[in-house]
């Protein structure tokens, strides 16, 4: 989990990462690790601000770091590095073409041994493969930017990665009208061997102006999701559900939209998105909740793509909807398919909160707070 603002480091917002493991401390009880801080901390890094992990491995953004004038930069670090148990940093990343401002880390995404940072400004995703220019070095393999993507569109605003298929977020693009959004596929031999081609630009069937479609994506096997947070006008969202081969060989057809059971206006549902398998969780950040939970607490749904209805399993998770991970963890339940059985549900002035599953009922377990 990031933390952009912490100012243990070098100071004012240098920022930190913790890194949190089931059965730490007891029984499913999800303890902190470590404390993760960039060798090279700075004022105003804000180190943090975008984080992911697969096996081993934690990639952190840090999208002010001073390289070559505030460029930004990334950090990938490994389990064992250092000793055992031990969260090493192993390199720091920068682009090829590093320039002031490019706010680099923006967003960061890993999988296996492929790691993707974007530099929002004016828009671009760069893959680093591990092992590429030497043993254990994370070279650049690939800049992808978008077809037709403007300055002004910021192409990176989100991203996901899943095996050799990422997917990258442009929610102010003005193809299906202005600011209507777009999102983009990208695959790894796509055009040629490690090429990392685009394979599509996907737009909303019912793309309007000003919809911000690309705010959130996600990845996972065969189909991407992507919210459109103000869509239905007056900031009510959906998110659209899109399977490869859909219409055609790598076609990555529209198959479904989703939306809130409970949607009203200025809900944002789409802000955040996330999936594994057919278990998708879209955050509404400004949901209002009900009973106790208050203005604006936001609120997370939860959908299982193979049921009929595109409407959310009971009951939304409230009071916090930020930003969300699903992680594919075996289910103990008598489900009738495999399905993960924990979210991460970020709160920007709260906490992490992990929610399990049982049955079809999703319920908050714990929140986690770093000290």
């Given at each position: 989990?990031?933390?952009?603002?912490?100012?243990?480091?070098?100071g004012?917002?240098?920022?930190?990462?913790?890194?949190?493991?089931?059965?730490?401390?007891?029984?499913?009880?999800?303890?902190?690790?470590?404390?993760?801080?960039?060798?090279?901390?700075?004022?105003?890094?804000?180190?943090?601000?975008?984080?992911?992990?697969?096996?081993n491995?934690?990639?952190?953004?840090?999208?002010?770091?001073?390289?070559?004038?505030?460029?930004?930069?990334?950090?990938?670090?490994?389990?064992?590095?250092?000793?055992?148990?031990?969260?090493?940093?192993v390199?720091?990343?920068?682009?090829?073409?590093?320039?002031?401002?490019?706010?680099?880390?923006?967003?960061?995404?890993?999988?296996?041994?492929t790691?993707?940072?974007?530099?929002?400004?004016?828009?671009?995703?760069?893959?680093?493969?591990?092992?590429?220019?030497?043993?254990?070095?994370?070279?650049?393999?690939?800049?992808?930017?978008?077809?037709?993507?403007?300055?002004?569109?910021?192409?990176?605003?989100?991203?996901?990665?899943d095996?050799?298929?990422?997917?990258?977020?442009?929610?102010?693009?003005?193809?299906?009208?202005?600011?209507?959004?777009?999102?983009?596929?990208?695959?790894?031999?796509?055009?040629?061997?490690?090429?990392w081609?685009?394979?599509?630009?996907?737009?909303?069937?019912?793309?309007?102006?000003?919809?911000?479609?690309?705010?959130?994506?996600?990845?996972?096997?065969?189909?991407?999701?992507?919210?459109?947070?103000?869509?239905?006008?007056?900031?009510?969202?959906?998110?659209y559900?899109?399977?490869?081969?859909?219409?055609?060989?790598?076609?990555?057809?529209?198959?479904?939209?989703?939306?809130?059971?409970?949607?009203?206006?200025?809900?944002?549902?789409?802000?955040?998105?996330?999936?594994?398998?057919?278990?998708?969780?879209?955050?509404?950040?400004?949901?209002?909740?009900?009973?106790?939970?208050?203005?604006?607490?936001?609120?997370?749904?939860?959908?299982?793509?193979?049921?009929?209805?595109?409407?959310?399993?009971?009951?939304?998770?409230?009071?916090?909807?930020?930003?969300?991970?699903?992680?594919?963890?075996p289910?103990?339940?008598?489900?009738?398919?495999?399905?993960?059985?924990?979210?991460?549900?970020a709160?920007?002035?709260?906490?992490?909160?992990?929610?399990?599953?049982?049955?079809?009922?999703?319920?908050?377990?714990?929140?986690?707070?770093?000290?």
């Amino acid at each position: 989990m990031g933390a952009w603002a912490e100012n243990s480091g070098a100071g004012g917002n240098s920022g930190a990462a913790y890194v949190f493991q089931r059965d730490q401390g007891g029984t499913n009880n999800w303890g902190e690790v470590t404390k993760l801080i960039a060798s090279d901390s700075q004022l105003q890094d804000h180190f943090g601000y975008s984080v992911a992990i697969s096996g081993n491995t934690v990639l952190v953004g840090a999208r002010q770091s001073f390289v070559e004038g505030n460029t930004g930069a990334a950090y990938v670090f490994q389990r064992d590095q250092g000793g055992s148990d031990n969260w090493g940093e192993v390199t720091k990343l920068t682009g090829s073409d590093a320039e002031t401002d490019r706010q680099f880390g923006w967003s960061v995404a890993v999988n296996n041994d492929t790691a993707i940072v974007v530099a929002l400004v004016p828009g671009a995703a760069y893959v680093f493969q591990r092992n590429q220019g030497g043993t254990d070095n994370w070279g650049e393999v690939k800049k992808l930017t978008g077809s037709g993507a403007q300055f002004s569109d910021e192409f990176g605003i989100s991203l996901a990665l899943d095996a050799d298929t990422a997917v990258v977020g442009s929610w102010r693009h003005d193809a299906a009208g202005d600011d209507a959004g777009a999102a983009y596929i990208f695959s790894r031999d796509h055009g040629g061997t490690n090429n990392w081609g685009e394979v599509t630009k996907l737009t909303a069937s019912d793309a309007e102006q000003q919809d911000h479609f690309g705010i959130g994506v996600a990845v996972s096997g065969d189909r991407a999701l992507v919210g459109a947070h103000e869509k239905l006008g007056f900031n009510v969202g959906v998110a659209y559900v899109y399977e490869r081969n859909e219409g055609g060989v790598d076609g990555w057809g529209e198959v479904k939209t989703l939306t809130a059971s409970d949607a009203q206006t200025n809900d944002a549902f789409g802000w955040s998105v996330a999936l594994s398998d057919d278990i998708a969780v879209v955050g509404a950040i400004t949901e209002d909740g009900s009973g106790p939970v208050g203005f604006s607490s936001g609120a997370a749904y939860v959908f299982d793509l193979q049921l009929p209805k595109s409407t959310p399993l009971p009951p939304p998770i409230g009071g916090f909807a930020l930003d969300s991970d699903l992680r594919s963890l075996p289910l103990e339940t008598a489900a009738p398919h495999s399905a993960p059985s924990t979210v991460i549900v970020a709160a920007i002035a709260a906490a992490a909160c992990l929610v399990t599953a049982g049955g079809v009922a999703w319920h908050a377990r714990r929140r986690r707070r770093s000290p």
